[in-house]
């Protein structure tokens, strides 16, 4: 039997071998949404701002520009390494990294005007207590911007995507959909300003070489989707090589007033 894992430490495995295809990846580095992050911040030049669950950076360096200062945070070194180098390399000195877990962020009460997350949200151990950590180091003024993969909230759509998703990467606990996730900010005291939602193109090979998904996982997936439902492959566009359609939701939000 091989040596059990906490989830931090298969979080952190799956991801700290993987910083520079993350850099790299289009997926990641591109989008409206990043824009969208940016022009949420311009003309805020002494603004303090949390990157949550920062990967390789994208968000940190699109709004870096724009702020006093950004904390890239995240709870694989590896990726804070190439956080740090690229910084340094564009020459964005406001950005410092720091290590971590969601669930208990080590910053003072009321620390930041902005918390960003994108994409890290379904690696979260407890969705609850990583928005109350977010509630707590807001500014009472601040606001927070949650994007991430969003389950479509049909029980036979929602079983299919979780699936796929664990197969591909372990580290994966939860796909939330849109009415979970008003609900868990409502739980954190963070009442929703605006919700939008996209979908990307998730091309198979890519998508698993990313992780490096093992051949025998990446035959299951193929396997699932070559039997699933007609409703399933349809709603997720998924084609004879496996590529998919992904859903996307980007939550503004901000302290509840009271």
Request: hydrophobic share 45%; with cysteine.
């Amino acid at each position: 039997m091989t040596e059990t894992k906490t989830h931090e430490a298969l979080v952190g495995g799956q991801f700290g071998a993987r910083a520079a295809a993350y850099l790299g990846s289009a997926v990641h580095a591109q989008g409206a949404d990043l824009q969208a992050l940016a022009g949420l911040v311009e003309r805020r030049s002494q603004a303090q701002v949390l990157d949550l669950g920062c990967g390789a950076g994208h968000v940190s360096f699109h709004v870096a520009p724009h702020v006093g200062a950004v904390i890239a945070y995240d709870l694989a070194p590896e990726m804070l390494d190439v956080v740090a180098q690229t910084a340094t390399k564009r020459g964005l000195a406001n950005i410092r990294t720091q290590q971590g877990v969601a669930e208990s962020l080590p910053f003072q009460d009321a620390r930041f005007d902005y918390v960003f997350s994108r994409f890290s949200a379904h690696h979260w151990r407890d969705l609850d207590a990583g928005l109350r950590e977010v509630a707590r180091v807001l500014k009472r003024d601040g606001a927070v911007v949650i994007i991430d993969s969003i389950s479509p909230g049909v029980p036979l759509l929602d079983t299919y995507l979780q699936a796929v998703e664990l197969l591909r990467d372990p580290s994966h606990v939860r796909s939330y959909s849109c009415a979970e996730w008003i609900a868990a900010l409502a739980r954190a005291g963070l009442a929703p300003i605006a919700t939008s939602h996209f979908r990307l193109r998730m091309d198979f090979p890519v998508w698993t070489e990313r992780m490096r998904t093992p051949k025998v996982q990446c035959d299951a997936i193929r396997a699932l989707q070559r039997a699933t439902s007609k409703a399933v492959t349809s709603y997720f566009n998924i084609d004879d090589e496996g590529s998919f359609d992904l859903d996307i939701a980007f939550m503004h939000a901000a302290p509840e007033r009271g």
